[in-house]
């Protein structure tokens, strides 16, 4: 792999640095300054809830486990002017990094609001992750295999009123379990970690949409009855409510899949370590610092490649913020020119007839990530690799233009 020599900044823009470097640290002073005899309101936590101190400290846990010092502000000013709402923040000045805990209610108006402060902060890589709260997919799911179908009219509901006393009992032990199993997971995790609640409801309104409701009689096809609702679960539950923020090159944070025990691992804060490895058994911190092995085979399945041009691509994962992180497939390597070999060995990839290809092992160990967190670094990387071959491309064309 070639390396890029770093450019030389102007007078310019080094004065554009020194200006960036000050406005961080001015509004880290200023945030982490307590209000003069003020005092933390917290409140007893309950059996779903954290106390309003420990939700602060969740986000505060999870940057340092991300490798980055917290600071505690609300929003950040973009190039545009715009004031965008950030739960926590994180700097990691060793390697120039913002980390951003955003307060958007979905992956796109996210990457629009990090492209915006990037814009500001020029020297320094921002590194977005969303926290996703509620996925009430799951909560279908299990209203699915309480009713026995997706669709449910008004003679399913008025069974649960109807039949004899040993059958109402079956029903609410039945119901107990649909509490616990769907209801219950999707709202205790509102509770984990500070929230932009605008934005988290406003997420729940968007997954709610999914649930058609129709009317119709269901003895006479086709015959409109107004007092026979039919509710249809299926789009429900066939969402995935991080599946935008991956499509975006957003870490996802799916609060929703943490045990109350993981929880109080960022609640205490006491141990960084066990933080991180709660992070990396759901996929979220390898976003921060990936497998060069599993990006090289995400690139190879989205991009039939050579291998020179693999080994560039790969390469500016930590040029784009994202250092790498050990390899889990292979050997762990600090040179990415033996990448390719080793995949080859392990079979997981082979030259195809137009660049490298995966097999049917590195097919099925891009299945085990695909739908994981980590996956928006690989999305990430390919739409600024696409851009640039976009403008080349331009530029190519405005060379024969009349």
Known sequence: MKHRKPSRKSP???????????????????????????TPQTRPAGPFQSSAEQR????????RAVESEPVQLESLVGASGLAHPIVAMGIDRARKRLVLISGDPDGRSAVLAQA?????????????ARP?????AKTAEALVNFFGKTEIGQRDLNKLSAGEERTKRILERRMKLLVE???????????????????AWQDVIIQLSHIQLVTQNPDAPGEIKADTPIIKFGSLVALDPAEMDRRMGVCSMPLYELSADEAEVF???T?????????????????????????ALGLIEKNQVSSPTLVDWVGRSPEIGHPFGPSELITSTDKLGELVDMLKERGLSTEGEFGLELTESGKASRATVKFKPREGLLSKLSNLISVKIDLSLKDLTDLFKP
């Open 12 to 38: 310019a823009s080094k004065k554009s640095a020194d200006k960036t470097n000050r406005n961080i640290s001015h509004e880290t002073t200023q945030s982490n300054q307590e209000p003069s005899g003020s």
């Open 116 to 128: 915006d402060i990037q814009a500001a902060y020029q020297d320094h890589k921002v590194i977005l």
């Open 56 to 63: 602060k400290n969740f986000w505060n846990t999870f940057v």
């Open 267 to 269: 609640h205490s804060g």
């Open 132 to 136: 996703v709260a509620v996925n009430l």
């Open 271 to 295: 141990d960084i370590e066990a933080a991180r490895e709660v992070l990396k058994s759901h996929h979220v911190f390898q976003y921060f610092f990936p497998a060069p092995d599993h990006l």
């Open 181 to 199: 199993a769907g209801v219950i997971p999707a709202i205790q995790a509102l509770g984990y970690a500070a929230l932009n609640a605008p934005a």
